[in-house]
């Protein structure tokens, strides 16, 4: 059955017919891009312009290979990819074979070749780029899992290198917080839905949570950018009238995704990828809560079940050191997220959803 799949056209041949290129560096890791399409790289440095200035160190290197053809494997048996709590629908299938697994999303019918190196996408790329960026972010996220990070669910900001983490689950709330918190310009943009942490010494007397941001950028519902000065004109005029005739709930639940690029809205040199945990914020908000918007300090001691929202499964792309896949139902616990966040604050945000009250709480903790 695999077999087949590996010998579709196209897809043994990758390598050779994969000749234009392009090099991303995320800090210490550099990902090698590769394909057969020259303006499906183009999409691709252009989404991670903001990431690709500084002069770098780099010190594990990676090839990515991107086929753009039409889709490929449906006709297979694949393995269904568990959904998270309260998720359902089929999204994602795989196949394990010799030193790398198959990935197919059901959905855009794009297939994904991941091992520790030469990963390959194969099907309609250049209508699937955010399935390409994901690709991409998750080879990132393999480098640092690797090495003992443990991956949460937040978006972040930092100022000075102090990173201010907002976790909730889905729909929560935490990327229009978090944007709505970039309008005070010392604030840089570290993260929109992933965040790596890892308790670390950082001096022979201090110890902290050393946090890195997924280079992805903000994608976020219709109403986050209606309701914002700044980002309103992302929305054609048109789309903006029809979501202004929407009752706010229905506009909440809203699936229909733009990408923010940061730098073209808030400026430039607004975007880090590291930086010192200092807080975290959970939201624990909802919209049709009578109470105030509050925030109060949490202690994890007495209410550990407070974080919950920031646990997040590495998913089926992930592999360890020796190159096997991780249980797909295996999440570390609670505890393990607690020890991490030894040495940061931890507040949770209460009462009725407002993001301009959220914001004033939150400046206050400076």
């Not at 234009?20 to 394909?35: D, K, Q, W, Y």
């Not at 790596?196 to 010494?201: F, I, Q, S, V």
Request: aromatic share 8%.
């Amino acid at each position: 059955m695999m077999k087949t799949l590996l010998n579709l056209p196209h897809v043994n041949e990758a390598l050779s017919q994969c000749t234009e290129t392009i090099r991303l560096h995320f800090a210490e890791l550099s990902i090698t891009v590769h394909s057969n399409e020259a303006m499906l790289l183009a999409g691709i440095a252009d989404y991670y312009r903001s990431y690709l200035k500084a002069e770098v160190h780099t010190t594990t290197s990676l090839n990515l290979y991107v086929m753009e053809q039409s889709v490929v494997g449906d006709e297979l048996e694949w393995l269904e990819v568990p959904r998270e709590e309260g998720k359902q629908g089929r999204k994602e299938g795989f196949i394990d074979v010799a030193g790398g697994r198959w990935i197919k999303k059901f959905k855009t019918g794009m297939t994904f070749l991941q091992r520790p190196d030469h990963t390959v996408a194969v099907g309609p790329c250049s209508s699937n780029l955010a399935q390409i960026i994901n690709f991409i972010n998750n080879q990132f996220l393999n480098h640092y899992l690797r090495q003992g990070f443990t991956l949460g669910h937040a978006s972040a900001f930092c100022v000075n290198g102090e990173t201010t983490a907002i976790a909730a689950g889905s729909g929560g709330g935490k990327s229009t917080l978090m944007l709505r918190c970039l309008e005070q310009s010392e604030r840089d943009f570290l993260t929109n839905d992933r965040i790596l942490l890892k308790k670390t010494a950082f001096k022979k007397t201090e110890q902290g949570t050393q946090t890195i941001g997924l280079a992805k950028l903000p994608r976020v519902n219709p109403g986050t950018l209606l309701h914002s000065d700044r980002l309103r004109h992302i929305l054609p005029e048109s789309r903006q009238q029809a979501l202004r005739q929407m009752p706010q709930s229905e506009l909440w639940s809203l699936e229909e995704k733009y990408d923010v690029q940061i730098e073209d809205e808030y400026g430039p040199n607004r975007v880090r990828l590291a930086g010192n945990l200092s807080r975290l914020i959970m939201l624990d908000w909802s919209l049709d809560s009578a109470e105030s918007t509050q925030l109060e300090r949490v202690d994890l001691a007495s209410q550990p079940e407070v974080i919950e929202g920031l646990r997040k499964r590495p998913g089926p792309f992930y592999q360890d050191k020796s190159g096997a896949f991780a249980d797909l139902n295996a999440i570390d616990s609670v505890a393990h997220y607690g020890n991490e966040l030894e040495h940061v604050k931890v507040y949770r945000l209460t009462g009725k959803i407002d993001f301009d009250r959220a914001y004033e709480l939150i400046a206050a903790l400076d």
